[in-house]
């Protein structure tokens, strides 16, 4: 397979930090199975302005801080962070170095839709450009972006994102085609992308399957928000399932091979029973047999993962770590110490699994 066009990742030769795991057991794949923990964190390192992220992180930045104390505290193996700002290799280097400590030598992130012209008026506003014109809402290329960082290798040649995949070519799809008119060929279904992220764990691949689905809110009667995030993680869930309609950024069809193992991870912007989701949208990921829900939670909060205004729409379930069917779980959580401060409005959630 070709390599992805336009990612940028880091995979470091074997060293000291190379393959180990900060779960409870890694034993190498000739004693028995590793214990791997995986996590997602929107961890809202998202700014107004290209390149200020950057900016931040090569200087002290007290929200990165705080966001650095969340996943040394949670000591994730696998981690997606999302909202965090696209650009160059430079700025993936700059928080692995001076707030993670070097605990990450793998690291892959990739161009989003995000604040990307479009050159069509998709707003309905009368003008063309500016974010809501956008593939994805967002006030530059790259804004709300998202990372992988992993303590085991990243088989970056294997990696299939899913960016360009245009939402019309979704067999009965929710697009709504009053709404846009003429543009609704143009528009991508992927308001971030999609990623298949293969990891190499002791010999043994699991397929990181993230994504960001864009907020069921925002828009009008015509819900287009709520059916794009609706189809969205419908894509992973048909992914999943190996659905041959999906071609990839390098033009390569098909889903992931039947028998693979993986663990979806975002935050999904949708909850299986509050919110303005389309009913049943996160129920094409829980409900898919293919798929394992161990109902990450936490003391304070049960399973909501994000603290939203109140009282509408209050705390949510929104962010996912959902590991197929084949791998053992052993443990799973959200992030939300009662009386703490957070650097951002949603919570860590991770699971721990045998690999």
């Known amino acids: 397979m070709k390599p992805v066009a336009g990612f940028v990742a880091v995979a470091v030769t074997a060293g000291v930090l190379a393959g180990c795991s900060s779960a409870e057991s890694s034993p190498d794949a000739q004693n028995g199975p590793s214990t791997v923990r995986l996590a997602t964190y929107n961890a809202s390192l998202n700014r107004g302005e290209e390149r200020q992220l950057a900016t931040d992180l090569n200087g002290e930045d007290a929200q990165a801080r705080a966001v650095a104390d969340v996943i040394a505290e949670n000591t994730p193996d696998v981690l997606l962070i999302n909202e965090f700002d696209y650009s160059d290799q430079d700025v993936v280097d700059a928080f692995r170095e001076n707030y993670l400590g070097g605990d990450y030598p793998?690291?892959?992130t990739a161009p989003v839709n995000t604040g990307v012209d479009s050159g069509l008026d998709l707003d309905s506003d009368g003008s063309v450009g500016g974010p809501g014109d956008a593939y994805g809402f967002g006030q530059f290329p790259g804004q709300y972006g998202m990372l992988v960082l992993s303590k085991y290798p990243i088989d970056t040649s294997a990696v299939r994102t899913f960016q360009n995949f245009l939402w019309k070519d979704m067999p009965e799809s929710l697009l709504p085609r009053d709404y846009y008119g003429s543009n609704a060929d143009a528009l991508r279904l992927s308001s971030k992308s999609h990623w298949d992220v293969p990891v190499d764990v002791d010999g043994r691949t699991v397929h990181i399957l993230a994504s960001h689905p864009t907020p069921p809110s925002f828009d009008g009667p015509e819900d287009r928000n709520g059916k794009r995030n609706h189809d969205e993680i419908r894509l992973t869930a048909d992914y999943i399932s190996g659905e041959n309609y999906l071609y990839d950024d390098n033009g390569t069809r098909g889903?992931?091979?039947?028998?693979a193992s993986f663990v979806v991870l975002g935050d999904q912007n949708s909850d299986p029973v509050d919110g303005d989701s389309v009913p049943g949208s996160i129920g094409q990921l829980l409900d898919n047999p293919s798929v394992q829900d161990p109902s990450p939670s936490s003391p304070?909060?049960?399973?909501?993962t994000a603290d939203f205004a109140d009282p509408n729409p209050g705390n949510l379930r929104v962010d996912y770590a959902l590991p197929s069917s084949d791998l053992t779980v052993t443990g799973s959580g959200v992030h939300w110490p009662a009386g703490v401060e957070h650097p951002s409005?949603?919570?860590?959630?991770?699971v721990d699994v045998e690999v």
């Open 255 to 259: 889903g992931l091979e039947s028998g």
């Open 345 to 350: 409005d949603h919570r860590l959630v991770w």
């Open 106 to 108: 793998y690291s892959f």
């Open 300 to 304: 304070e909060n049960d399973t909501d």
